[in-house]
C-alpha cells in the first residue's frame, strides 16, 4: 500500500512511521515541525532533541519507498498537490496541535489552535474527496470529545428513542478545552464528507498516551518526541519525569478524574487494526482507542509503588487544578470494538513504569525542571 502519514514528526506519528519501516508499504512522511516551533517559543523542550525526520530517514534501508516532505497541511495547495502525486491508499492523519493546555494560553494560541486543526483536516478530506475518494482517511480523535457525562460512553454513536421513534447520532461531545472541541469539530466535518461523498473515514477517539516505542535498541535516532512538561506531556510521563527529578507528582484537584489510558505500543497496532478494516465507501467507523481506565490519583500512586522498587522514593503533591473539569465524576466507556478486531492490550504495571524510568534516567541530565509545575490556567 502507499501509506501517507502526516504529522510523522510528533511523538505517535514518527511512532507508527518507525513501527511500518519493517514493512513493504511506501511509506510518504510529512510535517512543518510546527510543534517543534511552538515548543521552542514557548521554552518547553523533549527529553531527547531528536534529529529532524529528513536525517532521521536518511539512513534507512528497506524494501518499500521511504520519501519525507516538510509542508503545511494548513495550507491547501500544498496537501492538494502531495495527494495527487502520490495517490495513497491510506491516510494516516496526526498533524494537529495536540495538547489541551496549548490551546488556553491565550487567543493567539486558541485560534492557532483551531485554525490549524480544521484547516488541516478540511484541507486533507476536500483533497481527497476531490482526488482520491477510495482513500481509507484515519484520523486521530479523542476521548475528551465525549467529556465526563453522567451516562455510560458508547463507542462513537448512539441511538436515540425520541416520541416513539429512533435514530443513530454522533454521541454528544463536549471538551473540555478548546483543543479538545477542535477535535469535536473534526469529527463532525469528517462525517459530513463521509456521508455526502462517500468517502471511506475512520475517527480513534483515543485516550492519554504514554510509554515509548519499544525499538529494540531505542537508540536516539528512532526514539520518539517524548515530552514531560506542563504544556505538552501527558500524565503518566510527566508523572514519571517528576518522579525521577525528586519533584512531587502534581495531582490535579481531588485527582479523582478519570480517563481511559493506553500505551504507545496499543496505540499503533489500534491504527493497523484500523488499517485493516477499511470502512465501506460513506461509512464512518468510530473506534474508543484505549485499554484501561484510571484516576490521576490511581496513576500517581502506581509510579509511587512502582519506583519505589528501584529505589526512588516519590512524593504525591494535589495542587490547585488550573483547569476546570469534573473532579468527580461517573465514567464508563465501552472500547470493546478494537478487541473484538484482535488487540491485545499491554496492561500497565509495574514493570513498564519502571522500564519508562530508566529510559528516561539516561536523559536526566536534558529535563527542564521549571518547566514541571501548571503554568496554564483554564480562568
Ligand atoms: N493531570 C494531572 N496532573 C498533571 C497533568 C494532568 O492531574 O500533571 C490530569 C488532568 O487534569 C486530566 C488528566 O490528568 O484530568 C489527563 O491529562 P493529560 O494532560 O494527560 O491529558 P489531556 O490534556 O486530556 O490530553 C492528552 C493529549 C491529547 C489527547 C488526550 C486524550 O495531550 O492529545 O487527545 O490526552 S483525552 O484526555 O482522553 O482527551
Not at 344 to 349: E, I, V
Request: aromatic share 10%; charged share 25%; proline share 4%.
Amino acid at each position: 500500500m502507499k501509506i501517507l502519514i502526516l504529522g510523522a514528526d510528533g511523538y505517535l506519528g514518527w511512532s507508527m512511521a518507525a513501527n511500518l519501516f519493517s514493512s513493504s508499504h511506501d511509506l510518504f512522511l510529512v510535517d512543518n515541525y510546527s510543534k517543534r516551533k511552538h515548543m521552542k517559543s514557548l521554552k518547553r523542550y523533549p527529553l531527547l532533541e531528536t534529529p529532524l525526520v529528513k536525517k532521521r530517514i536518511q539512513n534507512i534501508k528497506r524494501k518499500g519507498v521511504t520519501k519525507f516532505y516538510q509542508l503545511d497541511c494548513s495550507k491547501y495547495v500544498d496537501i492538494h498537490k502531495i495527494i495527487k502525486n502520490i495517490m495513497p491508499d491510506v491516510v494516516i492523519h496526526f498533524a494537529e496541535l495536540p495538547s489541551a493546555p496549548f490551546s488556553m494560553i491565550n487567543t493567539t494560541n486558541s485560534w492557532e489552535t483551531l485554525r490549524n486543526n480544521l484547516q488541516s483536516t478540511f484541507n486533507i478530506i476536500h483533497s481527497l474527496k476531490d482526488l482520491s475518494p477510495k482513500t481509507h482517511l484515519i484520523k486521530l480523535g479523542t476521548m475528551g470529545e465525549y467529556g465526563t457525562p453522567n451516562i455510560d460512553i458508547e463507542e462513537g454513536w448512539l441511538n436515540i428513542k425520541h416520541k416513539k421513534r429512533s435514530d443513530r447520532f454522533l454521541y454528544p461531545r463536549q471538551g473540555s478545552s478548546l483543543y479538545h472541541t477542535s477535535k469535536i469539530m473534526d469529527t463532525d466535518l469528517i462525517w459530513f464528507y463521509t456521508r455526502m461523498y462517500g468517502l471511506s473515514c475512520t475517527d480513534l477517539m483515543q485516550g492519554p498516551v504514554y510509554g515509548l516505542y519499544p525499538n529494540k535498541k531505542l537508540d536516539d535516532d528512532v526514539a520518539p518526541l517524548f515530552t514531560y512538561d506542563d504544556i505538552f506531556g501527558t500524565v503518566l510521563n510527566r508523572f514519571i519525569i517528576q518522579a525521577i527529578m525528586n519533584q512531587p507528582l502534581t495531582v490535579y484537584g481531588t485527582g479523582n478524574q478519570i480517563r481511559g489510558y493506553i500505551n504507545i505500543l496499543d496505540s499503533i497496532e489500534c491504527i493497523k487494526i484500523a488499517m485493516k478494516n477499511k470502512p465501506k465507501r460513506g461509512e464512518l467507523k468510530i473506534y474508543n482507542q484505549f485499554t484501561e481506565q484510571f484516576s490521576v490519583l490511581e496513576l500517581a500512586e502506581l509510579v509511587r509503588k512502582s519506583l519505589k522498587k528501584i529505589n526512588i522514593n516519590v512524593n504525591i503533591k494535589k495542587v490547585k487544578n488550573p483547569r476546570v473539569e469534573k473532579e468527580n465524576h461517573y465514567y464508563n466507556a465501552k472500547h470493546s470494538n478494537l478487541k473484538k478486531l484482535g488487540l491485545k492490550a499491554n496492561k500497565l504495571n509495574e514493570k513498564m513504569i519502571i522500564q519508562i524510568a530508566n529510559y528516561c534516567m539516561k536523559y536526566k541530565s536534558n529535563i527542564k525542571i521549571n518547566t514541571i509545575m501548571p503554568k496554564v490556567k483554564w480562568k
